[in-house]
């Protein structure tokens, strides 16, 4: 008998303690970010006009730009007139990691705005509160958009992608395949679809990227997009006159010294 009590004090003190340990558990298993992956701050003008240089020279002036604050999300740091959105994805949720070496300048009309960037708002809240890991991110945001919390776009629409340079993911989840390239095109909105679909020509295109294909099954994820690459001579044209860009770049971060895109 005497034994006995003795193991319930020590059973009643191990789950204090166990449920103690559960509680600060979460905390550890959420902030998985390193000095390796974790976001900086970017000089507020070359952000600017790295997120600008997403869209054609005639919507920027009328559009909102967005910048990072890595502690607390995207803000609006230019508020636009013409519906037009822009800003610099820096992490991806369909890879399920932190990188802190992902640029893509991307714009959006009306309906991505309403429809597309609330994930990307999202994405980035949820990293810079330490709270989550990047699975974690990933598995929310899944979760969100098969309960309809997060929709498909519901109409046709484009998203400029024109800057003279980014560093993307160019294959699908989990392929974390990272590179510099300067990659001009424009993407029409494309939920549900697949590369077959369309006969797409990843060369020349156009050609379907629908990362979420990875996610939720061939043909199910709600964001893909057709690619149409900007034409050589645009492709030039883009060159020549990012080329004061491209040098501050290069000069902020190596990476963005340009490399052959790898299809």
């Not at 994405?123 to 890991?133: I, L, P």
């Not at 098969?146 to 998203?159: E, N």
């Not at 860009?245 to 010294?257: D, I």
Request: hydrophobic content about 40%; glycine content about 8%.
């Amino acid at each position: 008998m005497h034994r006995s009590i003795y193991s319930l004090k020590t059973f009643t003190g191990n789950l204090r303690l166990f449920t103690a340990l559960t509680l600060l558990l979460p905390l550890a298993g959420f902030c998985q970010e390193t000095a390796a992956t974790k976001l900086e701050k970017w000089p507020a003008d070359l952000e600017r006009d790295f997120a600008l240089s997403a869209l054609p020279p005639h919507l920027r002036a009328g559009a909102t730009v967005y910048l990072l604050d890595p502690a607390k999300g995207y803000y609006v740091a230019k508020k636009g007139t013409n519906g037009f959105i822009c800003y610099i994805e820096r992490t991806s949720w369909e890879w399920g990691e932190f990188r802190k070496d992902l640029a893509a300048p991307i714009s959006y009309d009306p309906e991505g705005a309403r429809t597309i960037f609330p994930v990307v708002m999202d994405v980035a809240a949820m990293r810079a509160s330490g709270k989550y890991s990047a699975t974690q991110i990933r598995d929310i945001v899944k979760d969100r958009i098969a309960k309809g919390i997060y929709k498909a776009p519901a109409r046709s629409g484009v998203s400029y992608m024109l800057a003279p340079v980014m560093r993307v993911y160019p294959h699908y989840p989990p392929d974390n395949l990272i590179v510099t390239a300067q990659m001009s095109h424009y993407m029409f909105y494309a939920p549900y679809t697949n590369n077959n679909d369309i006969g797409g020509d990843k060369t020349n295109g156009p050609f379907v990227n629908n990362p979420d294909n990875a996610i939720f099954g061939d043909k199910k994820g709600p964001y893909g997009f057709i690619i149409m690459p900007a034409g050589k001579a645009e492709q030039a044209q883009i060159a020549k006159e990012g080329a004061g860009l491209l040098k501050r770049l290069a000069a902020y971060k190596p990476y963005f010294k340009v490399e052959p895109m790898k299809m």
